[in-house]
Structures are given as structure tokens and as C-alpha cells.
């Protein structure tokens, strides 16, 4: 009769402590949403124009850069990670808005006062997404990398 010989257990188990970690796949799924969410509202803050006025209007520049972050003084990350993230099926979303009412006709565009003219828009928000595309699978990458890194140590 042959011998089967031994067998150690011990590193399946290490292996099955280290898979329990990754069961939190909402966690990290989140945390990439929010990840990209600042990214994108970071680049979106930047391009943002500011309006410049004269002292004697008494008017303050900025408030149209301010509304991303709800009038907050706090940096994208910071307010990003006081938003919810919505779950709808396997798409994480995370809405981010400028509450400013002429927020869209300074991104798209609009007539001037005398309906004779146009004001081209500056596209900040989708020149700004569309810079997000180009660099969220390497931040994608590098996130899980880092995430299954830390699972199997």
C-alpha cells in the first residue's frame, strides 16, 4: 500500500485570513469613487475662472470656484469625502454639482446681454472629465494594487 505523506494545513489557512480581508468590496469600491470624485473636482476647481472686478463695484470674485465645494473653505478631498456615494447596482456615482445658478452658461456658453453675440463656455467640468478618463485606469490600477497588496502580506 503507498504513503500518502503529509500535509501542512497551516499556510491554507493563512490563505483563507487573507482572502477574508478582501470581503469588504463596497469598502474599497467606495473608496476608488472617492478617490476619483476628488481628482475630478480638484481639476474642475483649477480650470474654474474667477471674475475680476473693480474695487468701486464692491463685487468679490470667486464665487462661481467657491460653489464647488459648497461655499466650504476646505480642499477637494476633504469635501468629496463628506459626500455619499450612491449604489446602483454595480456603478458607484457620486454627484458633484456647483450650486451657483450661472454655473452652466459659464461651462457651456451663453448670449450676451444684447442677444447680439455669444460667450463661448469654458468647459471646465468637461475638459476636466474627459482628463479623468484618460488617468483613472492607472489610479484604478495602482489603488488595487495596493488594496491586494495589503490582503496578502
Same mark, same amino acid.
Given at each position: ?31 476608488? &469613487? %472617492?478617490?476619483?470624485?476628488?481628482? /475630478? ?6 480650470? #474654474?475662472? +474667477?471674475? @475680476? ?22 480642499? &477637494? %478631498?476633504?469635501?468629496?469625502?463628506? /459626500? ?6 454595480? #456603478?458607484? +456615482?457620486? @454627484? ?58
Amino acid at each position: 500500500m503507498a504513503r500518502f505523506g503529509r500535509f501542512d494545513l497551516s499556510g491554507m489557512k493563512e490563505l483563507q485570513k487573507d482572502l477574508q480581508k478582501l470581503q469588504d468590496t463596497d469598502e474599497f469600491a467606495e473608496a476608488c &469613487a %472617492k478617490e476619483l470624485a476628488a481628482r /475630478l473636482l480638484a481639476k474642475v476647481i483649477k480650470r #474654474t475662472p +474667477v471674475g @475680476e472686478y473693480s474695487k468701486e463695484t464692491g463685487k468679490k470674485g470667486g464665487t462661481l470656484r467657491r460653489g464647488w465645494t459648497g461655499e466650504k473653505r476646505q480642499d &477637494a %478631498k476633504a469635501y468629496v469625502d463628506s /459626500l455619499k456615494v450612491n449604489h446602483f447596482g454595480d #456603478t458607484y +456615482v457620486i @454627484e458633484i454639482i456647483n450650486p451657483v445658478e450661472y454655473a452652466s452658461y459659464v461651462e457651456f456658453g451663453h448670449r450676451t446681454a444684447n442677444h447680439k453675440g455669444w460667450v463661448t463656455g469654458k468647459f471646465m467640468m468637461t475638459i476636466s472629465e474627459n482628463e479623468l478618463e484618460e488617468i483613472a485606469p492607472k489610479v484604478l490600477k495602482a489603488k488595487l494594487k495596493k488594496y491586494l497588496g495589503g490582503a496578502f502580506k
